[in-house]
């Protein structure tokens, strides 16, 4: 397994330029099983999330070809096996399941692995797709779900019990093709989720109310192929909005959301980091000495969960008192322990971290448990006194282009060994 050593850094300065949304992508490629027809999708980010999902694409039948940033999609004779070997190390995956239903009127996809970040049931989303008419069974570790015919799933008034993200997006791509109209309501107001309705949108599907908290879908019959770019990565461009006040330097973010990161901007501003919007991008300054925030994780538009393992290492920076409280997932405080073993002062309680700032890192070895958490170490490394070694970054490869290139152009120092 692959490790990265980070050096301390120098203050960063430069220009980095933000890729595409995994989390969008993700999605959007499990939802290119719907239309008939090519499709090319750009700006998609080279991750091994994303290759997975096209090598899982290509076993259902889908025809897939990444080049550069470019992934085009042609669907033939769809299979309803989506197997374990690939579902097990991403939890997306199960995004399949509704499209196969939709389009064959079956489904056999494995139950979804992914982060370690707490249990992240599909209850959600099995009981949207059952009220659109679908049945379940859960046999040897897989979903097997029937339609009583292809195009069978009919439109339905579903009330999700949570605005869970993937669940919206999984019920509103399952709704393009079904018929008549579907109404989701305590919907995901999430980007990637809008952006997820814009690409079946450029296909022909007719949905309204995407962004917000009720969405309507009037079920088509056919969905046709189009090319569609899917939007910039918040969570990739906010850890870069880290970096730049923790090691003193000014980055400008091409590509940035800005509004996307409304939440995390203003959160950063109350600590004392300088922004300033530019055409093309963000501008992130390090201004005045960093204090200590509180910070509650929600549901878009409040903080984004995906940011708070990368804040809780601002946070050590700061002076005074920080809090963060992770109201999304359980089990999301694994970078606690490893950040305190690079000489961070933070006490857990409960879902709450407590973060004394001012302390100081210093390198060590250090094991990323998952995708933010592992980002979060390598922040700290940027800052830390000496040498940090972080373990386990395939994690890391999951959800950051060459994070390692994009952070030593503006001055870091980090290396990659391979084992
Ligand atoms: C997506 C993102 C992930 C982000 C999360 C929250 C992708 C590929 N991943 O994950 O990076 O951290 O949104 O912003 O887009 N839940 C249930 N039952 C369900 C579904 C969810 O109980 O059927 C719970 C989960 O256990 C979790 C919470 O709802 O506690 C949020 O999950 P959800 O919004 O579904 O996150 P994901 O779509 O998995």
Redesign the pocket.
């Known amino acids: 397994m692959d490790t990265l050593i980070v050096e301390k850094s120098g203050p960063l300065h430069g220009t980095i330029t933000v890729s595409g949304s995994?989390?969008?992508a993700?999605?959007i490629l499990m939802a290119c099983i719907l239309p008939t027809g090519r499709i090319v999708l750009e700006n998609v980010p080279r991750l091994a999330?994303i290759h997975t999902s096209c090598k899982l694409l290509s076993i259902l039948g889908c025809h897939t070809t990444f080049e550069g940033d470019t992934v085009t999609v042609e669907c033939g004779t769809l299979n309803p096996h989506a197997p374990y070997e690939l579902v097990k190390t991403?939890?997306?995956s199960v995004?399949c399941l509704g499209p196969l239903l939709a389009v064959l009127g079956e489904a056999r996809v494995s139950m979804p692995g992914?982060?370690a970040?707490?249990?992240?049931?599909?209850?959600?989303?099995?009981?949207g797709l059952e009220a659109m008419g679908a049945s379940f069974e859960l046999a040897e570790g897989y979903i097997i779900g029937r339609v009583p015919r292809p195009g069978g799933l009919k439109g339905a008034h579903i009330v999700l019990?949570?605005?869970?993200?993937?669940?919206?997006?999984h019920l509103l791509t399952a709704a393009a093709l079904a018929e008549g109209e579907t109404i989701i309501e305590n919907a995901?107001r999430?980007p990637?989720v809008a952006d997820v309705a814009g690409f079946l949108i450029a296909c022909g599907a007719k949905i309204e109310g995407h962004g917000t908290s009720v969405i309507r879908v009037q079920g088509v019959d056919r969905l046709r192929g189009a090319t569609y770019r899917v939007m910039s990565d918040r969570?990739e461009a906010g850890t870069f909005m880290v970096a730049a006040p923790l090691t003193g330097g000014e980055l400008f973010l091409e590509n940035c959301p800005v509004r996307e990161l409304d939440a995390v901007i203003q959160k950063m501003r109350e600590m004392g980091v300088g922004f300033e919007e530019r055409p093309g991008g963000l501008l992130v300054k390090s201004g005045r000495e960093l204090v200590g925030v509180e910070v509650e994780t929600l549901?878009?538009p409040g903080f984004?969960?995906?940011m708070q393992a990368q804040m809780t290492t601002l946070m050590c920076h700061a002076k005074g008192l920080s809090m963060v409280e992770e109201t999304?997932?359980?089990n999301r405080f694994m970078h606690v322990m490893e950040l305190n073993r690079m000489g961070a002062e933070i006490k857990v309680k409960g879902n709450a971290a407590i973060v004394k700032g001012q302390r100081g890192f210093t390198g060590a070895p250090v094991m990323a448990s998952d995708?933010?958490a592992s980002a979060s170490l390598v922040l700290a490394g940027l800052a830390a006194e000496g040498r940090t070694v972080v373990e386990r970054i395939y994690h890391l490869d999951r959800?950051y282009e060459n994070i390692e290139h994009k952070l030593n152009a503006v001055g870091a120092r980090i290396t990659r060994a391979k084992s």
């Open positions: 995994k989390n969008a993700l999605p999330d991403m939890r997306a995004l992914g982060c970040i707490g249990a992240r049931p599909v209850d959600i989303h099995l009981s019990r949570f605005p869970s993200v993937g669940a919206t997006e995901a999430e990637e969570i549901p878009y984004p969960t995906d999304i997932f359980e995708l933010r959800g």
